[in-house]
Each structure stands twice: as C-alpha cells, then as structure tokens.
C-alpha cells in the first residue's frame, strides 16, 4: 500500500523508480505482482505517461487511510514508551497500600501526569487470573508463572510481642514453646490459620498456636501486640517502626519465618505497556531509596 501510494504521487515509473532507489523494470515487476495478487489493473501505463484506473483510485483511497492509520498507531506507541500515559489499576492489601503503596502512586503521578491510577485496597489480595487490575503488590513470591512477578523490596516476617508481655509470661526459647504462650492470629486469603511455620537451620517446625484474639486486619493486630495481649507474626515493613522504638521486641530470632518479599505483579500481556512498565521501576526506585 505505501508503495502504491508512493507510485500514485509520483507521477511515472520513473519518477517512482528514482525515488525508490531502484530501476523502472523493478517498479513495474512490483506493480504487476500488486495486480496479479489482487486480479484487477490498477494503472494505464504508456512510455510517457500513467493514470489510475477506477480500481487504482479506491484502491488508493484505502491505502491512504490505512497506512495514515499504522503511521498513527506507531506514533502513539512511541509516544507511549516516551512518556507513559492511560488508566493504570493497581491493587494492594489495606495496610501495606495506605501507608507505602498510596504516598508512592502520588509522587508517581506528579512525574507522570499523563497516568490516571486507580488504587483498590483489599483484605486479601486477588486470584492471579483476575484481570481487574494491571498490577498488584503482593508478599511472597506467587507460583503462578503465567504473570510476571518483580521483587520491588526484601522483607521479613518477624515474631514480635510488648515488654510487659514477656515480663509477665517470659520469652519462648523454641517454636514448641509457643503453645503455651498467647498468639494473635491473623487470617491471610487461603493461608492455613493458626499454623506458624519456623524454619532452624537444621529443621522446619509447624506449631498450632493458640489465643483470644483473631482478626483478618493486620494494623489491628499489631495494636493488640502493642498492648500486650499476645506475639505476633508481622512483616517487618509494619513493625520497623515499633521495633526502634522498643514498643515490640523480637522473639525466637534464630528461627526463619515463610518470605514475606514484596514484589509487583502483573499479566505477561503487559511487559512492553509503557505504564506498567514506569510504575513498576518507580516502585522499586523508590523502595531502593528507603
């Protein structure tokens, strides 16, 4: 199409050959493909002179639009990569997104102006199949390997309680000391509840823990540790702050808890989509920098 189009604007042959680069029986050969291919003639050709045929002329017409049409969509992809633009959904869990994930996507929007972000908080995070959103920012990597998954910063999973809880009830030497001890739950998606898995270095432990308190709510959780009532297993992202402070301090440090990495994840079908791609280097840029 764009050699026809080049070919009706020309004029000649040989024009059309001089602009291409190639010799008058070269354009000729290629014309006549073109109408052998579509089995109509497109152009009256003389030594002197050519003019479209009525077929020649829609064809051109056509061929106009079309490759006006692939010129823009290049041009709109170029754009795109240069300077990120569209809706981008994202999606991460209440305590994590509102304290780290939201100050992050307005810093992001501020560079990327052209982005209009959609953030949805949720208790647990979504299947991987789910295609409500473009990313979702998830601890552990998933074992899906139909999407991408991009760790974006290291994490731990610790276990945490008050001092005044270990001054009354002692600090536990061992996972099997646990059960005697009180342990708020938190329910995480299809996690197994009430099972804490501690890994040694020459053995993993499974320990079924017990407490009065249970809550699906992370930063409530800690609150209840914060007040006394029970050890905790938190990431470290939730409790750093606690910890320098000496509101919480660790217990049982030589043993290693299930990963609690952070990473963003998103459909295969978006690893060349310019917003995807920004947000997700913004994202570990900015975690780089904490």
Known sequence: MAFFSLLARSGSLSSAARELGITPPAVTRRL???????????????????????????????????????????????????????????????????????????????????????????????ASSDTSYDVCIRFGEPPDTRVIAKKIANNRRLLCASPSYIHINGTPKTPKDLKQHKCISIRHGDEAYGLWRLKSSNDQETIKINGPLTTNDGDIAVQWALDGHGIIMRAEWDISKYLKSGRLVTVLQNYRTPSADIYAVYPQRHRLTGRVRSFVDFLIHSFEKN
């Open 32 to 126: 006549s493909l073109l109408e052998q291919r579509l089995g109509v003639q497109l152009v009256t050709r003389t030594t002197r002179r050519m003019a479209l045929t009525a077929e020649g002329e829609e064809y051109l017409n056509h061929a106009r639009r079309i490759t006006a049409e692939i010129d823009d969509i290049e041009h709109r992809l170029k754009l795109a990569v240069a300077e990120p633009q569209g809706l981008l959904r994202v999606n991460a869990t209440l305590g994590f997104g509102r304290s780290h994930i939201a100050p992050i996507i307005s810093r992001f929007h501020k560079a990327h102006p052209n982005v209009q972000v959609e953030l949805q908080l949720s208790v647990n995070p979504p």
